[in-house]
């Protein structure tokens, strides 16, 4: 059974970092497609990064330059390293994965999701 579990969510002011991980079982994390994905109230659900198999990274515009998924394969765990955090990347944050990177950051090319967990920036 894959299980995908988010952590370490919470409140930060403007300009401050959080990290987020990802604990996964089941699931080869070191020969897979992981992404995060985030959700504001009344907004659609949008990609934010995303790490092939082979390390390869991808960014939504709006984080580059600011947020990284690093990942530990021998743990099972991937991260959201998120720094110079805005009043709008507030939202629930998900773990999200899928045995091969389809293109872009699309929310449907993803199989398995974590609960999510809430990071609320305030001004």
């Not at 934010?48 to 743990?75: C, H, M, Q």
């Not at 955090?85 to 629930?92: G, I, N, R, S, V």
Request: proline share 3%; aromatic share 10%; hydrophobic share 35%.
């Amino acid at each position: 059974q894959v299980r995908l579990v988010e952590s370490g969510g919470g409140s930060v002011q403007a300009g401050g970092s959080l990290t987020l991980s990802c604990a996964v079982s089941g699931f080869p994390v070191g020969r897979s497609c992981m992404g995060w994905f985030r959700q504001a109230p009344g907004k659609e659900r949008e990609g934010v990064a995303r790490i092939t198999s082979w390390d390869s990274t991808t960014y939504a515009d709006s984080v580059k330059g600011r947020f990284t998924i690093p990942k530990d394969n021998a743990k099972s765990n991937v991260y959201l390293q998120m720094n110079s955090l805005k009043p709008e990347d507030t939202a629930m944050y998900y773990c999200a994965a899928v045995n091969r990177c389809t293109a872009g950051l699309r929310a449907e090319g993803f199989d398995y999701w974590g609960q999510g967990i809430q990071v609320t920036v305030s001004s």
